[in-house]
C-alpha cells in the first residue's frame, strides 16, 4: 500500500525565514496531496493541496511543488511568522479510493521571532 | 454551524471496557471517517463512510466498529478496550461523492482517550 515519508520531523527557523518541508510517497497512482496545520489541542485544518494534473501551487506566504517523476512534493512557508508555529502534515490519496489519506509523520515547525 | 463537533473530550478506561466515540458534522457532508493520532506516526485511518448506510475499513481497523446512523453522525465503538487503543481519536468529514472523494477533509477537535 501506499507509504507517506515526511521531513523533517522538526524544523526551526526564525521569523521572517523561509520553511521548506519535505515528503515522499510510494505510490504512482496517487493524484491527490493536500497538507494539514495542526495547532496544539487542536484538530488539523488544511491549508493548500496540490492535484497530480499540476507540478506548484501558491497561496500567499504558501505554495505546495510536486514532482510525479521522483514521487515528491514538497511544502514552502515564505516570510515566517510566530502563528505559523504549528504541527504540518502531507498526506497522499488516489482516485476511488473513498477518500483514504495516507498521512505522513508530520513536522513541528517552530518560528522564532 | 458548529462544524464537526465529537464527544466526549477525554476519556480514561480500563482494559475490557467498551466505550462509544460520536461525532456529528453540520455541513449535509457525503463522507465521514474515523483516524487516530499516536506521536510520531501521524494521523491512520480507522474506518471511513462514503454515505449514508455505507461503511469500509481503513489502515489500522482492528479493534474497532463503526456505525453511520444517519447523514450527520458516524460512531466509533471499542468493545473492549485495550492499552494498545490509548490515543487521540479524530472525526472528519467531507463533501466528496463516490466518484472522486478527494475533497478537503474537515476535522473535529478529538477525544483524548487513555486506556490503563
Known amino acids: 500500500g501506499e507509504n507517506v515519508e515526511q521531513h523533517p520531523s522538526t524544523l526551526s527557523v526564525q521569523e521572517g525565514d523561509s520553511a521548506v518541508i519535505k515528503c515522499t510517497y510510494s505510490?504512482?497512482?496517487?493524484?491527490?496531496f493536500p497538507w494539514y496545520k495542526q495547532e496544539l489541542g487542536k484538530g488539523p485544518q488544511l491549508i493548500i493541496d496540490?492535484?497530480?494534473?499540476?507540478g506548484e501551487k501558491k497561496d500567499q506566504r504558501i505554495a505546495v511543488t510536486l514532482n510525479k517523476t521522483a514521487k515528491h512534493f514538497s511544502l514552502h512557508i515564505t516570510e515566517t511568522q510566530p502563528e505559523d508555529s504549528a504541527v504540518y502534515f502531507c498526506?497522499?490519496?488516489?482516485?476511488?479510493?473513498?477518500?483514504?489519506?495516507?498521512f505522513g509523520q508530520g513536522t513541528e515547525l517552530s518560528v522564532k521571532p | 454551524n458548529a462544524g464537526v463537533t465529537q464527544t466526549p473530550k477525554f476519556q480514561v478506561l480500563k482494559t475490557g471496557q467498551s466505550m462509544t466515540l460520536q461525532c456529528a458534522q453540520d455541513?449535509?457532508?457525503?463522507?465521514m471517517y474515523w483516524y487516530r493520532q499516536d506521536p510520531g506516526m501521524g494521523l491512520r485511518l480507522i474506518y471511513y463512510?462514503?454515505?449514508?448506510?455505507?461503511?469500509d475499513k481503513g489502515e489500522v481497523p482492528n479493534g474497532y466498529n463503526v456505525s453511520r446512523l444517519n447523514k450527520r453522525e458516524f460512531s466509533l465503538r471499542l468493545e473492549s478496550a485495550a492499552p494498545s487503543q490509548t490515543s487521540v481519536y479524530f472525526c472528519?468529514?467531507?463533501?466528496?461523492?463516490?466518484?472522486?472523494?478527494?475533497?478537503?477533509?474537515?476535522f473535529g477537535p478529538g477525544t483524548r482517550l487513555t486506556v490503563t
Open positions: 472528519a468529514s467531507s463533501e466528496g461523492t463516490r466518484r472522486d472523494l478527494n475533497y478537503e477533509q474537515y
Open positions: 505510490d504512482s497512482a496517487s493524484n491527490y
Open positions: 496540490i492535484r497530480s494534473n499540476v
Open positions: 498526506a497522499a490519496s488516489k482516485r476511488n479510493q473513498g477518500g483514504k489519506l495516507i
Open positions: 455541513m449535509n457532508h457525503n463522507s
Open positions: 463512510s462514503a454515505s449514508e448506510g455505507t461503511t
